[in-house]
């Protein structure tokens, strides 16, 4: 990528941190994130349609950001313990940006790309548990409740709590997977 692009797009997104860090995306306008970023409407337009595509773009890449490093067993249902463990691993050294960006309303598109991430990689594996509705609930049902555990617990020892999260979901895939 062109350094001059790159540079733009890094100001863009160190402006749209610092003000999402003071307001969420409802209230952000293009003209402010401009001007924070020091660029002009019309360059953040060669970019972006608006803020919402602008957020849109930045999600995805952290949500592949973190799937990407993701050290998946050769059957992922032996394993969902420590993919688990390395999904938490990853998202927490992202630091605050990540905490800022999937905050407030945003949380649901943070869960919704990871569990579309783990069924993308079980279907690779399993691509017979596509169209199983008691696996698809399965999945679902262990990203959001790891996500809500760690929300509740998050304050206490996050290495800690994030171990937790990884030893119950290995004992709820040991029961899952002597159900299949």
Do not use: W
């Not at 100001?11 to 994130?33: D, G, M, Q, S």
């Not at 999937?102 to 598109?109: E, L, N, P, T, Y």
């Amino acid at each position: 990528m062109d350094l001059r692009i790159q540079k733009t797009k890094n100001n863009i997104f160190n402006a749209y941190i610092e003000l999402r860090e003071k307001k969420p995306i409802e209230k952000i306008t293009v003209k402010e994130l401009t001007d924070k970023a020091q660029i002009s409407k019309q360059t953040f337009y060669l970019h972006y349609k608006d803020i919402y595509d602008l957020t849109d773009h930045i999600e995805q890449e952290f949500i592949q950001d973190i799937l990407k490093d993701v050290s998946y067993p050769e059957n992922i249902l032996d394993s969902l313990g420590d993919v688990t463990f390395d999904i938490f691993k990853r998202a927490l050294s992202l630091g605050q940006p990540f905490k800022t960006l999937f905050s407030g309303s945003r949380v649901g598109v943070l869960t919704a790309g990871i569990e579309g991430g783990v069924k993308t990689e079980l279907y690779k594996q399993h691509p017979e548990l596509r169209a199983d509705l008691r696996t698809n609930i399965y999945i679902t049902y262990l990203v959001h409740g790891c996500y809500n555990a760690y929300q509740q617990y998050k304050t206490i020892d996050q290495e800690r709590v994030v171990k937790i999260i990884a030893n119950i979901t290995d004992t709820i895939n040991n029961s899952y997977k002597n159900k299949i």
